[in-house]
C-alpha cells in the first residue's frame, strides 16, 4: 500500500505563485510515476501534470504549459508541482496521484491517491 500526503495549498491573487508538494511513502515497488490532478466546483477531475522516475515522460495539461512546472526527488519519494501566474481558473482541488500508469494523463490509470489541498486564486 502506498499513502500520499499533499501540501502547499493556499490563497493567492491572480499573477502569484504557488509550489505544492506530495510526499509518498510504503511500498513503492507499485509506483514508477506520479502526478497532478485538479477538480474545481461542479466539473470533473481534470490532468494537471505527470512524470515518471526516469523523467523521460512529462507530460502537462493544454491549460497549464508555461505556467506550471512538475519536478520530482527520487529518493525522497517527492513529487514537486510549481505554479506560477495563477490564474482564478486555476482554482480547484489538487490531488497527488501515484502508480504504475501507462498513460499519464488519465485518472484510473493510478492506484493511490492523496486527500487533496485546496487552491484558491482571487483578489
Known amino acids: 500500500q502506498v499513502q500520499l500526503v499533499e501540501s502547499g495549498g493556499g490563497l493567492v491573487q491572480p499573477g502569484g505563485s504557488l509550489r505544492l508538494s506530495c510526499a509518498a511513502s510504503?511500498?513503492?515497488?507499485?509506483?514508477?510515476?506520479m502526478g497532478w490532478f485538479r477538480q474545481a466546483p461542479g466539473k470533473e477531475r481534470e490532468f494537471v501534470a505527470a512524470i515518471n522516475w526516469s523523467g523521460s515522460r512529462i507530460n502537462y495539461a493544454d491549460s497549464v504549459k508555461g505556467r506550471f512546472t512538475i519536478s520530482r526527488d527520487n529518493a525522497k519519494n517527492t513529487v514537486y508541482l510549481q505554479m506560477n501566474s495563477l490564474k482564478p481558473e486555476d482554482t480547484a482541488v489538487y490531488y497527488c496521484a501515484a502508480g504504475r500508469p501507462v498513460a499519464l494523463g488519465t485518472p484510473r490509470a493510478y492506484a493511490y491517491w492523496g486527500q487533496g489541498t485546496q487552491v484558491t486564486v482571487s483578489s
Open positions: 510504503g511500498s513503492m515497488f507499485s509506483v514508477n510515476a
